[in-house]
């Protein structure tokens, strides 16, 4: 489906598919009692990402409609003109909902749109024991003990390095088992001036280094409401990736001039001055990297924490409790996490949710990435999934709010702390209202 150009002719094309599909659906309760599986069925997607319809179809969407023909799947792309606002206030039919654990409380749950998958889950009998465990148990916190969705795919953070910049500089290539405070070291040697061109020895992206923190700290305690900034452990997770590369003046220099820390991927694969990026490890599928001379390690760790990496970033699909189709819907989830679809996934570079060897074993070999140290994703133990809520996405807007002026040495960390506090404190707040 294309992207629509106006509010009006979003509407329109809703309200067709409102229609469309109400005259095809059953009483959900009764479902289960008549359900063919080959029969015919009209099942609508939509995800908060803005992925487009050409990134849905190629991860999911073509696959599924060669396993059901009798299936019209239709995937519903966000845009400004079409979000979940507009397509609940026009009854639109949604069956599937898509998203990434960080945003999923803030899609479905805010919109009351959360159904428990548990019967059809065992109905379908999908062992949920085959699944990388950090993924079910967040799902399962999520939904209060309930099943509001099904883990397909994963990822988690990386280290991905440009070798050329380490050969320029006859610094050794980064490791597998490094720690964060290896990785200060490498940015020392690494951040030079050559040929006019500031190079830094390391980046983040630090959306992710805090969303995904090894620690599994939320940002906001689900008990009391409060922010968790008080709690220690936050200090070493700003000191250890950003305010610590950052101690170097050439660093500081460029902070300055970019008004921006070195948290753009486009610094690593299009203008090339990173040698060391934090990122998701999804970033060589996502980025046509095939200009830069790279490879890739295990993320680093905390010395308190040894052999844990990041949280792992699954996203979960989940039947809507307005879906008139609950059944097919259901047939099309149970595909999707079939060790037959999972090994498809993971040869194209996306990280699967099953632990089965055989399917990580492929993981990245039908891309261009198979000689990269792909492997290196495995290496480190996931860290458990924090919790979430509503408001995540504000809170960590205040969390960020005062990295640059605490890179650059303007403001001191317990001052930095206080105002993230009180920024949290008035989301929260505000939530409420």
């Known amino acids: ?114 159904y428990d998958m548990t019967p059809l889950i065992q ?46 500089f006859g610094v050794p290539y980064p490791k597998d088992g490094m720690t964060w405070d290896d990785v200060v070291e490498l940015n020392k040697k690494l951040t030079r001036f050559e040929n006019g061109k500031q190079y830094l020895g390391f980046g983040m992206s630090n959306i992710h280094y805090f969303r995904l923190n090894s620690f599994s700290l939320p940002y906001v305690d689900p008990k009391t409401e409060k922010a968790t900034i008080t709690d220690p452990r936050w200090k070493t997770i700003y000191e250890s990736a950003i305010l610590k590369p ?32 934090g990122y998701q490890s999804y970033m060589f599928v996502q980025k046509d990297l095939s200009g830069l001379n790279w490879d890739m390690v295990a993320y680093p760790t905390f010395k308190e924490l040894p052999g844990v990496g990041s949280q792992s970033y699954p996203t979960f699909f989940s039947i809507t409790s307005i879906s008139k189709q609950k059944d097919p ?11 037959e679809f999972q090994t498809e996934l993971s040869k194209s570079g996306i990280m699967p949710v099953l632990t089965d060897k055989k399917v990580k074993d492929v993981y990245g070999q039908g891309g261009n990435a198979k000689n990269k140290n792909l492997k290196s994703v495995f290496y480190n133990k996931f860290a458990p999934i924090s919790p979430k809520a509503v408001y995540d996405g504000d809170a960590e807007k205040a969390f960020r709010a005062p990295l640059i002026d605490m890179a650059l040495g303007k403001k001191d960390i317990n001052t930095a702390f206080r105002e993230v506090e009180e920024g949290v404190t008035k989301v929260v707040e505000s939530s409420k209202k």
């Open 123 to 168: 109905k379908n009998k999908v062992d949920l024991g085959k699944f990388e465990p950090t993924t079910i148990d967040a799902i399962k916190m999520i939904s209060d003990g309930k099943m509001y969705g099904l883990p397909v795919s994963n990822n988690n953070m990386a280290l991905f390095y440009n070798k050329d910049i380490f050969d320029r």
């Open 329 to 339: 819907a259901m047939a099309v989830i149970k595909f999707l996490v079939s060790e």
């Open 1 to 114: 489906m294309s992207k629509f150009n106006s509010a009006a002719a979003s509407i329109v094309i809703i309200s067709l598919l409102a229609g469309c599909s109400a005259g095809t659906g059953t009483n959900p309760d009764k479902q289960s009692q008549s359900f063919d599986p080959n029969a015919p069925a009209d099942l609508v997607f939509y995800s908060n990402s803005g992925d487009p319809v050409e990134s849905f179809d190629e991860r999911f969407g073509n696959a599924i409609r060669k396993k059901f023909p009798n299936y019209k799947i239709t995937y519903l792309q966000k845009t400004k003109e079409q979000t979940l606002d507009t397509l609940m206030a026009a009854n639109a039919p949604i069956d599937i909902y898509w998203e990434s654990v960080g945003q999923f409380v803030g899609g479905l749950i805010k919109y009351n749109l959360q």
């Open 246 to 277: 950052a101690e170097l003046d050439a660093f500081r220099t460029s902070i300055q001039q970019r008004n921006l820390l070195p948290e753009a991927d486009a610094m690593f694969w299009k203008d090339q001055v990173l040698a060391m990026y």
